[in-house]
C-alpha cells in the first residue's frame, strides 16, 4: 500500500490524438550485484514497500533500463498523449526512530547472559551470537534519508518510460514535463534523481549538470498535494492524533500470533521476552530487508523468522496501513481527494483538447 505519493510528474504533447495514462508506485530496487550473484531471502515478499524492486518484479533483472511493454499496447496500436505517474521514492535508509529501536535490541543481544547448554545445542545461542556481532552500522544522521541504490532506482525508472514513451520525453517536449514533490529530502532527492535520469538519456555519456541547470527543470515542493495527510485537518484529528484509532492494531501486537512470535524470538536471542515487544520484532524483521536492500547482504536477522513469522508480521503491518491510511476510516480516503482532483483535472482537459477542433487544425 502507498503510504503517501511522493512525487507526481505530468508531461504532454499536441496535438491531442489519444490519451495514456499510468500510475506508477516505484518500490525498492536496490542491488548492483549481477542477477546470478544476486542475495535473496524467502521473506521478501512478505516485506511491503520495503521490498526490494527486483525481487517485486524480477523481469527487470536482465536489463532494468529496457522498458517491458503491456503486449495489448503495442506501438502503433495508439498513441500516448499525457503520461500522469504517481512515484513513491527511491530505496532509503531506516529512520532515526527505526534504528534507536534496532539500537536497543543490539544492546539487549550485548547485555544477554552466557545462555544454557542446551539452547546452544539448538543453534539459538549460535544465531544470538551471531547477531551480537553484527555490525550495527546504521547512524541516527540517516534518518530515511535516499541512499545511492534509490537513486538508481529512479535513473532507471526514467530511463525505462522515456525509451517507452519516446515522443513524450522527447527533448523538444522536456518543457511540458512538470514535476512535483513532497518536501521530505528522500523525495527531493529521489525527484533530482529521475532528472538526471532525463539527462542521461538526452544526452548519453555526458555527466549531468546541477539540477536546477536541466532543461526540465527542478522539482516543485507542493506539500499540501503530495502530503495531503498532514493538511487535513478532520483526518489529523480523527486517526493520526486520536490515540485510540489503531486499537485494532495495538490488540493485535498483545494477540496470540504475535506473543507465539516474541517467546520464539526470545529463546533464539536468549533474552528476556518482557525485555520485547511487537515494535521491536518488526524492527528486527524490517532490518533484513533494509541490509538486503541497501548493501545488498543477508543479515543474520533474516534467520530469526521462518515464513509464517514473516505472514505475520505483514499482517501487523498491513493492519496498520488498513486503519492509519486504508479503508479503515472514510476519512482516509477522502483526505486523497485534492491529489485525485488535481490528477483528474489534468486528464479532463486532455479530452477537452482532443475534442478541440482549433487545437486540432493548430496542430496541423
Not at 551470537?129 to 555490525?135: F, K, M, T
Request: glycine residues 6%.
Amino acid at each position: 500500500m502507498l503510504r503517501g505519493p511522493c512525487r507526481i510528474f505530468r508531461v504532454s504533447v499536441a496535438p491531442v490524438a489519444a490519451l495514456a495514462v499510468a500510475l506508477v508506485s516505484s518500490l525498492s530496487r536496490c542491488s548492483l550485484l549481477e542477477p546470478e550473484d544476486r542475495v535473496v531471502s524467502p521473506l521478501s515478499p512478505y516485506f511491503g514497500t520495503k521490498t526490494r524492486y527486483e525481487d517485486a518484479n524480477p523481469g527487470l533483472l536482465p536489463d532494468p533500463e529496457a522498458p517491458r511493454r503491456d503486449p495489448q499496447l503495442l506501438e502503433e496500436t495508439c498513441t500516448p498523449v499525457q503520461l500522469v505517474a504517481l512515484i513513491r521514492h527511491g530505496t532509503r535508509y531506516p529512520t532515526t526512530k527505526q534504528i534507536r529501536k534496532l539500537r536497543q535490541l543490539h544492546g539487549l543481544l550485548q547485555a544477554r547472559g552466557p545462555g544454557d547448554d542446551r539452547t546452544r545445542a539448538a543453534g539459538g545461542g549460535d544465531l544470538g551470537a551471531a547477531l551480537a556481532d553484527w555490525p550495527l552500522w546504521y547512524a541516527d544522521w540517516m534518518d530515511g534519508q535516499l541512499v545511492e541504490k534509490g537513486r538508481q532506482d529512479m535513473r532507471q525508472l526514467a530511463l525505462r518510460l522515456a525509451s517507452l514513451f519516446p515522443v513524450l520525453f522527447s527533448r523538444e517536449n522536456c518543457g511540458r514535463l512538470q514535476l512535483v514533490t513532497s518536501s521530505k529530502h528522500r523525495c527531493v532527492d529521489s525527484g533530482a534523481a529521475f532528472l538526471q535520469g532525463l539527462w542521461q538519456h538526452y544526452h548519453p555519456g555526458l555527466p549531468p549538470p546541477d539540477v536546477a541547470d536541466m532543461e526540465c527543470g527542478p522539482p516543485r515542493i507542493n506539500d499540501k498535494l503530495m502530503r495531503f495527510f498532514d493538511h487535513c485537518e478532520k483526518f489529523l484529528t480523527q486517526v493520526e492524533r486520536n490515540a485510540t484509532a489503531l486499537y485494532h492494531v495495538e490488540a493485535f501486537k498483545t494477540g496470540p500470533e504475535m506473543q507465539n512470535i516474541l517467546k520464539k524470538v526470545a529463546g533464539i536471542l536468549q533474552v528476556p521476552v518482557n525485555n520485547l515487544n511487537a515494535d521491536l520484532i518488526q524492527v528486527a524483521f524490517f532490518t533484513c530487508s533494509f541490509d538486503l536492500a541497501i548493501k545488498g547482504v543477508k543479515s543474520p536477522w533474516c534467520d530469526v523468522f521462518d515464513i509464517d513469522d514473516a505472514k505475520v508480521l505483514e499482517y501487523l503491518n498491513d493492519l496498520k496501513q488498513y486503519w492509519k491510511r486504508g479503508y479503515g476510516y472514510t476519512i482516509n480516503s477522502q483526505s486523497s481527494c485534492t491529489l485525485f482532483q488535481d490528477i483528474f483535472q489534468h486528464l479532463d482537459k486532455a479530452v477537452e483538447q482532443k475534442q478541440s477542433p482549433e487545437r486540432l487544425t493548430q496542430g496541423r
